[in-house]
């Protein structure tokens, strides 16, 4: 398997612009999950799915953000419109129940928003 | 209080040394518990699971304490490749998990 794979690796933008990351879970994994890492306050959990369909986006931190999964092997995390403070590493994650839960991550986008 | 607490270091250790990693947790009800490995500029990896009966994997022993609501790594006989970061990771139910801010590790020569 390929593993997880995220969309672009990189991303710079400006303030202002639609930033849209994309993700690919491990095929037959039931739950994904998208995190955000900075520096400052390490690594967050966003949003998740099970089966594609939202459990949790309490961490999600305002209405500029959103995030939809389709299907079973995609997912987007939209930000609109972006700010600065977004620049961040964003990874994706998926995990099965059959395999002990544990989450496999991609390599995650860097985003930078000018 | 943080849900997952952890020192941040760095933890300077000459190769061939014992380090030892505790990680607090708030939630008394939470039901699963990981160390997770952090290369810089990569993705988290799962390094082991850990048991309430603590486990071992090589170098690597994982203990779990629920009373006192924390678990802890062992690292014996460090390797230069074991400088990484290493975050605790503490689950409750329906898979939602939260990860410590990493505990950065430095096996100098």
């Known amino acids: 398997d390929a593993g997880v794979i995220q969309s672009p690796r990189h991303e710079v933008t400006e303030m202002g612009q639609e930033v849209t990351l994309r993700c690919k879970p491990i095929s037959g994994h039931d739950y994904l999950f998208w995190y955000r890492q900075t520096m400052m306050r390490g690594l967050e959990l966003l949003i998740y799915?099970?089966?594609?369909?939202?459990?949790?986006d309490s961490g999600m931190p305002e209405d500029r953000f959103s995030a939809k999964m389709p299907n079973a092997s995609f997912s987007t995390l939209k930000i609109q419109p972006s700010e600065p403070r977004d620049s961040a590493v964003y990874f994706c994650?998926?995990?099965?129940?059959?395999?002990?839960?544990?989450?496999?991550f991609g390599p995650g986008t860097r985003l930078t928003v000018l | 209080r943080k849900e997952v607490e952890q020192d941040p270091g760095p933890f300077n250790v000459p190769e061939g040394a014992t380090v030892a990693f505790n990680c607090t947790y708030s939630n008394s009800a939470s039901q699963s518990f990981f160390w997770y490995r952090q290369d810089c500029r990569k993705e988290p990896k799962l390094l082991m699971s850990?048991?309430?009966s603590g486990n071992e994997d090589g170098r690597f022993t994982a203990q779990l304490n629920r009373a006192s609501q924390y678990i802890s790594l062992l690292i014996r006989d460090s390797k230069l490749s074991d400088s990484a970061t290493y975050l605790c990771v503490v689950a409750g139910g329906y898979q939602k998990v939260t990860f410590g801010t990493g505990t950065k590790l430095q096996v100098i020569p």
């Open positions: 850990v048991y309430s």
């Open positions: 799915f099970n089966n594609n369909v939202p459990i949790d």
């Open positions: 994650a998926s995990s099965s129940t059959r395999y002990n839960n544990e989450q496999f």
